[in-house]
T-cell receptor
């Protein structure tokens, strides 16, 4: 089955710790994205990548980092510098960026800071 | 800056009671308008893409339409399984999606 796999589904982190969220896709898509979703707010773009070894900051990149070493993988690290990391994180991919192509989403990772 | 406003925030319908959800947008150079369905605790599921004013697309009980300033998602004779949050997003020349906050739809028997 083709799709986007995010893991883990639930993640708990102590304050001051970095944590990495996994995102893998087997759709052969060039572009990948990370969004954050908070209650009552729309999805907000954290980072996106159009090709391997290249990525750009989105609207709320502070306190996050990413890498794109393989086409299939786009992990997101939530660092201790992120002041309010508790949220639902969504990874997506599309055939390309440019806006005229739909993005497909994974099932999300819910991160809770305890 | 691209903006998307969805209304109403929440909508409760009885089974079979048709209605419409609204998505108003401002964007620099529309490249696409997208509708998604999201169930609680899940990722958004793609429904439709619309590219130009006057375009319409249908899928089962859903029909999406587009004008130069807004899009409507019409739900005809909804069933309880249509209950979800419906998200609208636009893509402009900035090559990224801007999402609205969604409409929570509940369909009761």
């Amino acid at each position: 089955d083709g799709g986007i796999t995010q893991s883990p589904k639930y993640l708990f982190r102590k304050e001051g710790q970095n944590v990495t969220l996994s995102c893998e896709q087997n759709l052969n898509h060039d572009a990948m994205y990370w969004y954050r979703q908070d209650p009552g707010q729309g999805l907000r773009l954290i980072y996106y990548s159009q090709i391997v070894n290249d990525f750009q900051k989105g609207d709320i990149a502070e306190g996050y980092s990413v890498s794109r070493e393989k086409k299939e993988s786009f992990p997101l690290t939530v660092t201790s510098a992120q002041k309010n990391p508790t949220a639902f994180y969504l990874c997506a991919s599309s055939t390309r960026t440019g806006g005229n192509t739909e993005a497909f989403f994974g099932q999300g990772t819910r991160l809770t800071v305890v | 800056e691209d903006q998307v406003t969805q209304s109403p925030e929440a909508l409760r319908l009885q089974e079979g009671e048709s209605s419409s959800l609204n998505c108003s947008y401002t964007v620099s150079g529309l490249r696409g308008l997208f509708w998604y369905r999201q169930d609680p605790g899940k990722g958004p599921e793609f429904l439709f893409t619309l590219y130009s004013a006057g375009e319409e697309k249908e899928k089962e009980r859903l029909k999406a339409t587009l004008t130069k300033k807004e899009s409507f998602l019409h739900i005809t004779a909804p069933k309880p399984e249509d209950s979800a949050t419906y998200l609208c997003a636009v893509a402009g020349t900035a090559s990224k999606l801007t999402f609205g906050t969604g409409t929570r739809l509940q369909v009761t028997l």
